[in-house]
Nanobody, 121 residues
Framework: QMRLAESGGGSVEAGGSLRLSCAAS????????MGWFRQAPGKEPEEVAS???????SYADSVKGRFTISKDNAKNTLYLQMNSLKPEDTAMYYC???????????????RGQGTQVTVSS
C-alpha cells in the first residue's frame, strides 16, 4: 500500500515562500500520478497541482505562476514550491497518489495526513 507523509508547512507572511515535501513509501512513486490538494475549514477540497506519470503538470488557475509541482522519483518524493503566498492560500495541504490519473487529486486513492499552511496579511 502506498503511504504518503507531508512536511514543510508553517506560518508565513503574505509574499513569502514555503516548500512542501511528500515522502512516498510502499510503491515506487514513478508508477503513480501524484498531486496536491488543499482544504480550508468549512470549504470543499480544492485541487492545487498534479503531475502525471510522464511528468506533465497541471495547476489550478489560482496558483498558476506562483506554485511549482515536481517529483524526484529516485527519492520517491513529491514537492510543491509555493511562492508569493497569499492569505487565501491558507489551508491544510494534502499529498495524494493514484494509479489512475483522470480524477482530481482529492479523489485519489491514497493521501497523507496533511500539513498546515497559514499565510498572514
Amino acid at each position: 500500500q502506498m503511504r504518503l507523509a507531508e512536511s514543510g508547512g508553517g506560518s508565513v507572511e503574505a509574499g513569502g515562500s514555503l516548500r512542501l515535501s511528500c515522502a512516498a513509501s510502499g510503491y515506487p512513486s514513478s508508477r503513480y500520478c501524484m498531486g496536491w490538494f488543499r482544504q480550508a475549514p468549512g470549504k470543499e477540497p480544492e485541487e492545487v497541482a498534479s503531475i502525471d506519470i510522464d511528468g506533465s503538470t497541471s495547476y489550478a488557475d489560482s496558483v498558476k505562476g506562483r506554485f511549482t509541482i515536481s517529483k524526484d522519483n529516485a527519492k520517491n518524493t513529491l514537492y510543491l514550491q509555493m511562492n508569493s503566498l497569499k492569505p487565501e492560500d491558507t489551508a491544510m495541504y494534502y499529498c495524494a497518489a493514484d494509479l489512475e490519473c483522470w480524477a482530481p487529486s482529492y479523489e485519489y486513492n491514497y493521501r497523507g495526513q496533511g500539513t498546515q499552511v497559514t499565510v498572514s496579511s
